[in-house]
Every structure is written in C-alpha cells, then in structure tokens.
C-alpha cells in the first residue's frame, strides 16, 4: 500500500513553486514513499530507557570566558580601511534617509 501518492506530490510541488512533467512526479512519488517507510521502520526499534536527545554528540559551551582587554590602538586598526572619516572606517550607503 503507497503512503503517498501522485497527488500529493503535485499539491507539494505546487506549495514549493515547482513544476514536474508526469515522468517526474512518478519518480517523486515512488522515492517519497521509500523515504516515509524507512521512517516507520524507526518506530519498530525498542527505544524503553532510551533518554531523549536533542543532538548526537555531547554538547558543552566552547566560548571563552568574557574578559577585559587592550584592543588595538586606533591608528593600528585604521591603517588599512580604504576611507576614514573622524576617527573610524566610512564604508558606502546602503540606505537613504527619508
């Protein structure tokens, strides 16, 4: 029995602005349906005492801590900006004021 069908793959398709000769939609239409099997053969697996995860690998916090300290003296880092202007680097409009 197909889980999905051809119909379906053409209302998707629509949603997606796609469009599929009748060729196509039978590929679709077939690839989806081994795709939503292979899903359901997940729901055979014992997963009892299995903790719910959110990620595969264990995730910890890899910034470093937040810590005060000299930067680099204006000169040093204006040396290279093509265009300054009071101190800092003018870089072009990319809006108008109203």
Do not use: C, W
């Amino acid at each position: 029995m197909s889980r999905i069908n051809e119909e379906q793959v053409r209302y998707v398709a629509n949603l997606a602005r796609l469009s599929f000769d009748d060729a196509a939609i039978k590929k679709f239409t077939t690839q989806l349906d081994d795709i939503i099997g292979f899903a359901e053969q997940l729901n055979e697996l014992d997963t009892e005492g299995v903790e719910p995860t959110t990620h595969v690998l264990d995730m910890y916090n890899v910034m470093r801590d937040d810590v005060v300290e000299p930067s680099l003296p204006r000169e040093e880092a204006l040396k290279n900006a093509p265009v300054q202007e009071d101190g800092q680097i003018k870089v072009p409009l990319i809006m108008e004021a109203d």
